[in-house]
């Protein structure tokens, strides 16, 4: 008999309250533990301490007792003599529990965002106890085996044991309120949750199996239910891997996944911090889809967890994968995890190898590369925007197909567009469709010019045209439909009016009169005859502040709704509305312009639509 501590009153309680929701990973640590110590005796074997025999294969049990209400973990490691449990789990498991709670038991929201609750170790089996009995032998075998028992009081038994196999068993008496651990399916969620990967092979039950007796003779036999995978791929030399290995490790870390990644990342490190993990880039398209199948983290192979905030910078969250890393440090608080300069390092070291490997496939196979785009362009182009290292790493590489689907570098398209899209104050005007479809008419008129289109149709690319603005000062962005191409990109060229000072004011008076003067501002161009007579545009800044609104969330208060009218004065149209005698004629032909210039935007809807058609064919009958 013994008392753990004095303090120790207050402890229990609290542990038993402490992380509710988190009530199971007691397992994990548990069986964390019986890893840990399997593995010290793997490693004395390694060092000629004890012989390779008394090693063994060993593996870890997990039983349930559903008649006596028990959990067991039992393990063949290194065990435990009389002094180690007095000095292991009556005082150093003690004190690290105790020292975890005095941290955490005031924060009462940080626990919420703490990473792994690691720390908390032998003493978490209490959250879901009565009472935990521990039997243990050493593997030094001149010590007999002994028998710890403790009921949550801060009073422990210890008595001296038959000797027995070397190893631990660890019986938790299962409380009234987590009878839920005493089902097989709820242990094998949380085996397969936390234990999937862990070093050592994790028993639970037996399944059955055919076994070749003789030439044509088969029999049924039973064997060991191993959960976990003892060497997942991504504890491998990538040297040793081929492609087949990594997509079957794909499907058994998202066995709900049906596509293939579309490529991956071995992550392998030793220096100045211990990282191993694999990233898989997996087909995205535009649409972001609510993520289940997130990168997880794990510790030695344990899982932790698959939330990676402030470990992986957030333009790879929609990344998929594992990262192990040692040096993560686990009970502490997400806030400062964010200041912690290893964290920091290692979360700027998976960018490298992100942009590193991106930069591979580039230029070992550009044709892949540009197969590939459309599926991580929302991963790159959101990299870019969040982490400038990773833009300087990009921007060479990213890409930028035209209407036809050619892909061009922003080096390549600007050395293809410099020559004919430059403005006359020098600057160089990057024309863009949001849509191809909707904006076809802009995009021929541009063609005829001569001048390439580029398509930018991921919903970040409002944002991205700013940033690009902003590094490259010479450049200037414009959707092909923000007005007439020849006011997008203004030459030296003098079109002479076709009307005098007097006519434009009649005409600009009459279309007045006659169009909605609050949707529409009405612009007098003198364009190329043969450029439509009307022309509707929403100018570029207004639309790009609307865009990034939207994507904000924010209103659209303060943003001027409205479009521009620009009216080609020299187009013969106009010469006939204004000398057109009959006044109804002439109000027709001015709102007959104005629904063709709205159809060619994709503008024109509802009753405005109907009348027009129907319009349209009555005329039909009457030429
Ligand atoms: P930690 O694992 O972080 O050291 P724990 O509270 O989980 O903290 O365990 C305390 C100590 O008890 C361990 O360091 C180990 O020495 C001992 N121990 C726990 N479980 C076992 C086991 N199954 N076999 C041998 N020793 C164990
Ligand atoms: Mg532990």
């Known amino acids: 008999m013994g008392t753990i501590n004095v303090t120790a009153e207050n402890i229990f309680p609290i542990i038993k309250k402490f992380l509710y929701s988190d009530h199971e990973i007691f397992l994990r640590e548990l069986i964390s533990n019986a890893t840990d110590a399997t593995l010290k005796l793997r490693a004395l074997a390694e060092f000629g301490e004890i012989p390779i025999e008394q090693l063994g294969n060993p593996k870890i049990e997990i039983k349930i007792n559903k008649e006596k209400n028990t959990l067991h973990i039992l393990d063949q490691g290194i065990g435990m003599t009389e002094e180690e449990i007095e000095k292991y789990i009556n005082q150093i498991a003690f004190s690290g529990a105790s020292e975890f709670l005095n941290k955490y038991k005031n924060q009462t929201d940080t626990t919420h965002g703490m990473i792994g609750h690691f720390g908390l170790g032998f003493y978490s089996s209490f959250m879901v106890s009565d009472k935990v009995e521990i039997f243990s032998q050493s593997y030094k075998k001149e010590f007999p085996a002994v028998h710890w028992s403790c009921d949550g009081s801060p009073q422990f038994s210890l008595e001296i044991q038959d000797k027995k196999e070397h190893g631990t068993e660890i019986v938790l008496h299962i409380n009234e309120d987590s009878k839920e651990f005493l089902e097989e399916s709820r242990i094998l969620e949380l085996l397969n949750k936390y234990c999937k990967f862990m070093p050592i092979p994790i028993k639970f039950g037996e399944r059955e199996t055919t076994k070749k007796i003789s030439e044509d003779k088969e029999s049924t036999i039973k064997i060991d239910n191993i959960i976990n995978d003892t060497t997942p791929a991504w504890t491998k030399q990538p040297s040793t891997l081929v492609e087949d290995d990594y997509q079957k490790f794909y499907r058994v870390l998202y066995p709900s996944q049906f596509e293939d990644p579309l490529f991956w990342i071995h992550l392998n490190i030793d220096h100045p911090f211990h990282l191993t993990g694999i990233l898989f880039f997996p087909k995205l398209k535009n649409h972001i889809e609510i993520q289940k199948?997130?990168?997880?983290?794990?510790?030695?192979?344990?899982?932790?967890?698959?939330?990676?905030?402030?470990?992986?910078?957030?333009?790879?969250?929609?990344?998929?994968?594992?990262?192990?890393?040692?040096?993560i440090p686990l009970n502490v608080s997400r806030s400062y995890l964010q200041s912690d300069a290893s964290v920091k390092k290692i979360s700027g070291y998976i960018t490298r190898k992100v942009a590193d490997k991106l930069e591979s496939i580039f230029k070992n196979d550009r044709k892949d590369f540009e197969r590939k785009w459309e599926d991580i362009k929302i991963i790159i182009e959101y990299g870019m925007l969040s982490e400038a290292k990773f833009f300087d790493r990009v921007k060479k590489i990213a890409l930028y197909p035209n209407t036809e689907g050619i892909f061009y570098t922003f080096d390549e398209f600007t050395e293809k567009i410099k020559e004919i899209q430059t403005e006359k104050n020098g600057k160089c005007v990057y024309l863009y469709a949001s849509n191809k479809e909707a904006q076809h008419s802009s995009i021929q008129s541009a063609k005829e010019k001569g001048y390439e289109v580029i398509l930018l149709d991921s919903p970040l690319a409002p944002h991205l045209i700013q940033k690009l603005e902003e590094e490259y000062k010479d450049v200037s962005f414009s959707r092909v439909d923000s007005d007439h191409i020849d006011n997008i990109i203004k030459k030296e060229e003098n079109i002479i009016s076709k009307l005098s000072e007097n006519e434009k004011k009649e005409l600009k008076k009459l279309l007045e009169s006659n169009i909605d003067k609050h949707k529409f501002t009405i612009n007098l161009e003198n364009l190329n005859s043969k450029v439509s007579p009307f022309i509707i545009t929403i100018p570029e800044l207004m639309r790009r502040m609307k865009e990034i609104r939207q994507m904000s969330g924010r209103g659209m208060l303060g943003i001027p709704e409205g479009y521009n009218l620009v009216v080609n004065i020299n187009h013969e149209l106009i010469q006939r509305i204004l000398s057109e005698s009959d006044e109804v004629r002439k109000?027709?032909?001015?709102?007959?312009?104005?629904?063709?210039?709205?159809i060619s935007q994709n503008l024109l809807h509802g009753e405005r639509l109907s009348q027009f058609v129907s319009r349209s064919f009555n005329e039909l009958i009457e030429k």
């Open 293 to 327: 199948d997130k990168i997880q983290l794990y510790q030695n192979q344990v899982f932790v967890t698959d939330n990676v905030e402030n470990i992986v910078p957030e333009f790879l969250h929609l990344l998929r994968g594992v990262i192990d890393s040692p040096d």
């Open 587 to 598: 109000k027709q032909l001015i709102e007959k312009s104005m629904e063709l210039a709205l």
